[in-house]
Structure formats: structure tokens, C-alpha cells
């Protein structure tokens, strides 16, 4: 299981998205009080039990996605070979709520990291919500003469908050060149060269 | 689109040749392509038997494809989906037409999809007074521009940032920039407006999954998950070979896709849209309907050109195509350039048209090489030629020369002596002989064989 996270974990950042751990439930406030600006405009789709124990007191909370700086929300799944998280319309949750903010911060129940994507198609079954979305990474084009940039229609930061024991160690920024440094305050910093290295990896 | 000659193909690409800004974007972008390509395929061990089972997976749909259309047809239907059967493009075009004026449709966003530039959808909505918005940023650059796309997966590879700039403040009045990031912040903001103000989506497919009825969107910048879930109505363009069979081999296509197009893992988006929103769900439009494309598809599965029906559109084999890096998409006179664009044009309007492009390769093999569904290129290209030859639209001039080649070849009396006379005359070649002419080193006296068994008598 620990070996999946990290893989898991390792591919997140690959993709340019960041990732933080924490052992359990209780210690989620603290890292979203480090990610979440004060009074920052939250959206938080559907509110599950995971979430209901948290108080984001200090953060102002919008009804509407179009409206909001960061999404919060608890994700279906993770895929650890490509670092792959996954939302539904289940429940009516809106997916839109992980395009159209700014950042997404995905919380993810670290037993919900499978292998592979048929895991996943094989828990969703025949008959699939109507909507189904991977998500790795933040948005990105290359199409003005390859040059990657991050956060064209989709949110430019993607921060994943593993929690369970297995994830208490974890954490990191996304390797998507230098613009990963002044994303997140947290976790160790890249050198430039590691970045670089790392893009034509 | 069968109107008019033949693709002007050496014209062109003389004229591509001439073009120093054409030739220095695509200089600067195509050799990225390839080593992310490299380097995304060797981080995943067996990609050989993933390639060898998506093209088993692609020809088996392919040999049984009404099956495997009808199955996915009535899976749709089931989960509410409207499934039109479209022979032609003018039928596609005239189903999206008329439901968009049936339901007031004024203004359209779209993804990229190659059905809908192969239809010409735009000019037919915009003729109809619908504005329609391109939202994938090359594709967005290609229509302000009034261009067409030059390459499958990023449209606007011919252009640079300096001339992307100078677009951007013209056509939206922002100030001049040729900060790449800066300028996608534009396109961010102009679009996003848009996203929310329109009346309905079109995307096209990736793959459309016959088990479930779903259809499969992968796209980076987030502009294809907009139009299939904010507008109420989502339209869906795409063409009957799209269809895999299970979610399974989503999965499998997954890892080849990404890694061919850009050198990803994954892409950062991949959208399952399985019917519109159902009750008790958050997500998805009201309406969903699916135009399915055949436009000589099926003629195609049933010819010698078939194995072109498995292309997954990753643009791999143009990125390595010493022909298409050098006289980039725009040459080839057609919405599908490069190595696959060869045939499928050829197949789907026929060589009297296509012909000239077929001689736009240069059978090195770099593109089959490269294909994660492992179509013989090159083996296609070369049918494509000898049946170029076979019904006499090569020209006069150089079907003679050939079959005067073919008998002097055959008889080594009467190659030798021609030998010897191509080497007598050689030095006035030099001089009035066409450019390329001029490289070719000057034959030897003796032919081969003389000389070994000269040799061989010393």
C-alpha cells in the first residue's frame, strides 16, 4: 500500500500537480489552512461526511463554481500509474467545480488509490454516472510553439491531500518547471536544474 | 469537397519551401514532439504488446463494424443519447443545423474535432447566422487567423508567438505581447465568457465505447470538458470508426494515445460522457446528441485501405515525417496531413483528387514506425502509388520513361550501353540537367558486372 502512495504520489507531481499527507481526518484542517488563502472564495460541491467534519472558518464560501477561486471537494479515486484522480456527477456533485476555479484541491482517502484505470471501469460497472472525469495534473497547452503553460480553461494548480497513515510522509511539489516554486509554500523546493531535468524526463 | 482538381501538391510545397517563417516554427516545434514521444513510450515496459493488442482490438471492429456501431448505437439510445446516422457530410451538417435552429441556438463553443473541419461544420453554422467559437487555443488561433489547422493536434504549429501576438491585438484589441503565457491568459478570459454565455457545445469524440454507450474525450486544456458540461445542449460530431468495444480498451488506448500525441502520460483531462445528466446527478448537458459520420467509412473498411479505419488521430506519424516537418500540414491540401493523411484522403475522396500528395513520402518508415495502432504506412503508400500508376494518373512523360527503364533494366546489353552513354554525355547533364539531376554522381563506364569479371580476371 505505502509503495502504491508513493508511486502514486510521485505521479501526481510528474503531471505538475502538488501533493500533501496527512495521517487522518483530523490533521485535514491544518494542511487546507496552508493551502487556502484567507478569505479565499471556496466552492465546495457536494459536502461529504469527510468534509463536514471540517470548519473552513476562515475562507468565504460561494454556491457557484464560475464564482470561485479554489474547488475543494473529496475525489472518487486515484490511479497510481499516471497519478490520476477521478471525479463523477454521483450525488449530484457538479463537476464543473474542478474546472472552473483557479485551484482544485482534491482530498483522496489514500484506500482509494487503485493500480490502474480498468480498476476504476470495473467499480463504475456498466452503467456509469454521465459523467466521468480523470483529471492529471493542471490544465495545460503547448499549442503557441510547444511551449507548455499552465491553467488555460482549467484550473492552473492541482493539489492532491492524501489522507491515511500511509500518506503521513508525503508530500511535494508539482515538477512543472519553474512556476512550481512560487505555487505552494510547502514541501521541498526544486532547483532549477532538477525542474529542467525533469521536464525532459 | 470532390469538386475542383486535384491537390496542387508541388506547388505547395514549393510555396512552403519559400516560406521562412513557415519553415522556422516548424523547425523549432516538430523535434520537440519526438523526444517527449521517446521518452513518455520507454516509461512504459510493454508498450510493444499494448500497440500489437489496440491494433488487433481497431481491425476487429474494423471486419465487423456494423456490429460494433449498432451495439454502441443502442447503448446510447438506452442512456438517452440521440444517435443520427449521417451517410455524408451534408447530412451531418444539415442535422446539426437544423437542431440548433429548432432550439434558438445563437452562439456555439467547440472542442477540437477533426470530423466537424472534414465536414466544413463552421462555415455551414455560420452561414445560418450561429456563431461559432473554436476553444481549443491553436484551433482559436487557426479561426482568428482564417486559416485551416496544419496539423491534427496542435492546429496552429505553422505560427509563432510573434505572429500569434500580432493576431491577438488585432483581432481582440488586447496590447501587443509575445509572452506566451500572457497571451494564453487572453484566450483564457476571452473564452471563458463564452463558455458560460452559450446555448450549446460540440465536441468530437476520441473514442466512442460500444459497451456502455459512452463517449471518451481526452484533452489537455480543460476547453472539452466545458462544452460537453456547462451549455444545456451537447452535440457530438464524430465518424463510425471511433467506436471501441469496452471500457477496458479505453483503458489500453489510454496508454498509447498521450504518449504518441505529445509525449504525456496522460492527458490532463479525460472525459467519459455516458448520456445527459440523470437524475440525482450534478453533471451534464440536458440533451445529448451523437451524429455519426460515415462519409465513405464503410467502403473504406471493405477496401485495400482499410487498416487506415484504425488511426486514433495522435499526429505521431506527421511529427516524424521528414515531408511533413518540411513542408508542414497546409501542403497537403486536406484536413488530415502527414503520413495517415495521405491515405485517408486517398480513400475517402479518391485518388483522381488525392493523387499528387501520394508522392509526398518518402518511404523511410519512421511513421509506421511510430504508430501505436502499427498501420502499414508505408505498405499503404506504396498501393496508393502503383495504383496511381495502374490507372494513368501519373504523367505522360514519366509513365514512358518508366516502361523504357523497365525494358532496358531487364536486358543488361541494353543497360550497359546505356550506361556508357549517360556516362559520355554526363558533363552536359551538368549543365542543363534540372537541379536535382545535377546531384546525382556521374554513372560508371563499365556496368557492374563487367567490371567484377574484369576484376576477377586480373
Redesign the interface.
Known sequence: MRERIERFAG?VR??GGSVHGVPDEGSLAQVLREILPEGAAVFV??VTDLERGLSLDWVRSVEDP?DAAVTVEEVEFGIAE???VVV?????????GS?LAERHVAILPEERVVE???EV?RT?G??????????????????????L?I?????SALDVVLVGENSAAISGLGNMGEKGEERVSKGEKYTQEEVSHED?? | MKSGGAIPFRENAKRSLRDPDLRRAMRAAVGTFGSKRESAVQSLPGFEEYRERAAETKSKVIENLEEFVNLFREKARERGVVVHDAPDAETARKIVGDLFRERGVRLAVKSKSMVTEEIHLNEHLEKMGIEVLETDLGEYIVQLAKESPSHIIVPAIHRDRKQVAKLFSEKLGVPYTEDVEELTKVARRTLREKFLAADAGISGANFLIAQTGSVAIFTNEGNGRMVTTVPKLHVVVTSVEKVIPSLEDLALFSRLLPRSATGQVMSSYLSLITGPRREGEGTGAEEVHLVLLDNGRRDIARSDYRDILRCIRCGACMNVCPVYRVVGGHAYGSTYPGPMGIVLTSALQGLEKSHPIVDGSTLCGACAEVCPVKIPLVDLILALRREKVRRGLTPALERAGMRAFGKAASVPQIFSAYQQYAHSIWPLAKIFGSPAGKKFPRPERKSFVKRVRDAGED
Open positions: 505521479r510528474d503531471a460541491p457536494k464560475k499516471t497519478g490520476t463523477t456527477g454521483r450525488d449530484d456533485r457538479p463537476v464543473t474546472l490502474t484505470m480498468e471501469f463504475l456498466e452503467d456509469p454516472p454521465a459523467n466521468v472525469t480523470f483529471i492529471t495534473g493542471p490544465s495545460r497547452t503547448a499549442d503557441i510553439e510547444l511551449t503553460t491553467g488555460v480553461h482549467g484550473p525532459e524526463k
